[in-house]
């Protein structure tokens, strides 16, 4: 028997729709002048502390420009010591397979699935941001071959925890050429990450969207600490400092290339509760206080943040407030980073 799939529609390469909505030069300087100054933080030619924050997911383009407007403004604020990434992610995993699954698929969270509607929305979203703040972002690369459909806007990619085993993410990975976090798995067990990693900083020759391609590799590829859940379901952290001089060792053994690591505040390490981030992200800059090897490890946080507290369900109809994970509130989320950048 063949496969039982409807073939509904081909959509555009991501070659076709870069011609259709093509960049302007400002973007394209912005990009490089803001690689740049990553590259620079993950190569340790640059100690500024890297924040990657903004919503679990990008939802609504309005409120979410609404959001970064607000953050461009805090950025200037605290530039001689934090450097913004905000998180756009429009393509969210569902542990069980149903639910949102981001903009890509549903542009109006409260309508059908629209995958060509999805793309288009996607790409002018982001590039939306750049234009109207100047920052480029991050976005979670779920699906390896939707990746270059926004290849020209992004700044940084993460691999999430259920991905990072998978064989294509981590050959993509080699290939991006920005820097990749890897987290570690759901379970906990670092060496799966830390083999995620080498194998993204690994030349590697494959498959990909119709084409045989090959790799450099990817010197930024990196880790992410993000907590995890136990046989029973139970939340473990990993961000205190007996994980981070863990982390630290493993690097050693293993050689590889720019040593970091963001920790993720959230998800697992805060059991969910987004309330934690605040207290979390301090630990961590204590952590590095304590330690020049972890200060020299710990690249930046990654933070859920959103205009209002908490989370919703979808059609929920309250401006800036989160339809997947809890979120920090806006008001919460200035204060945090102006004490961050104190302490910094």
Not at 17 to 36: C, G, H, T, W, Y
Not at 89 to 104: A, E, I, L
Not at 168 to 174: F, G, T
Request: with cysteine; glycine share 8%.
């Amino acid at each position: 028997m063949d496969m039982q799939m409807n073939f509904i529609r081909k959509l555009p390469t991501p070659k076709e729709v870069k011609e259709m909505f093509p960049l302007n030069e400002s973007i394209i300087q912005v990009k490089e002048a803001r690689d740049a100054r990553i590259r620079d933080i993950f190569e340790g030619k640059d100690d500024i502390f890297l924040l990657i924050i903004g919503p679990c997911s990008a939802d609504n383009e309005e409120s979410v420009l609404d959001y970064m407007t607000r953050l461009a403004k805090v950025q200037e604020k605290v530039k001689d010591k934090i450097f913004i990434i905000p998180r756009v992610y429009t393509n969210k995993p569902r542990t069980k397979g149903v639910g949102y699954k981001g903009m890509m698929h549903q542009p109006d969270p409260t309508k059908e699935e629209d995958m060509l509607a999805g793309i288009i929305a996607i790409r002018e979203m982001h590039a939306r941001v750049v234009n109207e703040t100047g920052f480029t972002c991050a976005e979670e690369m779920l699906y390896p071959e939707n990746h270059r459909y926004l290849s020209d806007l992004l700044s940084y990619v993460a691999i999430g925890a259920r991905s990072v085993e998978d064989q294509q993410h981590r050959i993509v990975a080699s290939g991006v050429g920005i820097p990749v976090g890897m987290k570690n798995p759901t379970g906990g067990d670092i060496s799966v990450m830390m083999n995620s990693i080498t194998a993204a900083q690994s030349s590697q020759k494959f498959l990909y969207r119709g084409w045989e391609v090959t790799t450099n590799g990817n010197p930024l590829a990196h880790a992410i600490l993000r907590g995890y859940v136990d046989a029973y379901g139970r939340s473990h952290s990993n961000y205190h400092y007996e994980d981070l001089i863990g982390l630290y060792e493993y690097y050693q053994k293993e050689k590889l290339a720019n040593p970091a690591v963001i920790v993720d505040c959230n998800h697992a390490n805060s059991g969910k509760k987004y309330l934690e981030q605040i207290r979390i992200s301090k630990d961590v800059l204590h952590s590095c206080r304590m330690s020049d090897e972890i200060k020299g490890l710990v690249k930046g946080l990654m933070i859920e943040s959103y205009i209002e507290d908490g989370c919703q369900p979808v059609g929920g109809g309250v401006y800036g407030k989160s339809i997947t994970d809890p979120c920090l509130g806006w008001e919460k989320t200035e204060k945090l980073i102006l004490e961050l950048a104190d302490i910094l």
